[in-house]
C-alpha cells in the first residue's frame, strides 16, 4: 500500500470575512473530491481570514498513479480563481 500526502498553502486575498474564506475553500474542496476520489480537508489556520493550509491523502497500489494524482490534485488548485496557491509539500510513504 503507497500514501500519498500533500499539504498545501493558500492565500485568499479577495476574503474579508472568514465566511469569504469558508466559501472559497468549500469551492475547492468539493471539486476535488469530487473529481479525484481524495481526501481533502482544511487542517490548519482556520481562524485566520485570508490564510488556509488543506491536507490531501491518497492510497494506492502504486507509487506513481499516487504521484500522478497529487500532480494534478495541485494544478486543479492552482487554477482556482479564489486562492493563490504559497507553497505545498507532498510526501510519499
Do not use: F, P
Not at 500500500?1 to 469558508?22: D, F, N, P, S
Not at 488556509?52 to 497529487?70: D, I, K, R, W
Amino acid at each position: 500500500m503507497i500514501v500519498g500526502l500533500m499539504t498545501v498553502e493558500l492565500h485568499i486575498g479577495g476574503a474579508t470575512t472568514l465566511k469569504e474564506k469558508r466559501r472559497v475553500l468549500k469551492s475547492i474542496i468539493d471539486r476535488v473530491r469530487s473529481r479525484y476520489n481524495v481526501s481533502i480537508a482544511e487542517v490548519d489556520h482556520q481562524d485566520l481570514w485570508q490564510r488556509a493550509t488543506l491536507g490531501v491523502a491518497v492510497v494506492s497500489n502504486e507509487t506513481g498513479h499516487v504521484s500522478q494524482m497529487l500532480d494534478t490534485v495541485i494544478r486543479t488548485i492552482e487554477g482556482n480563481g479564489g486562492a493563490d496557491l504559497v507553497s505545498y509539500h507532498t510526501e510519499i510513504l
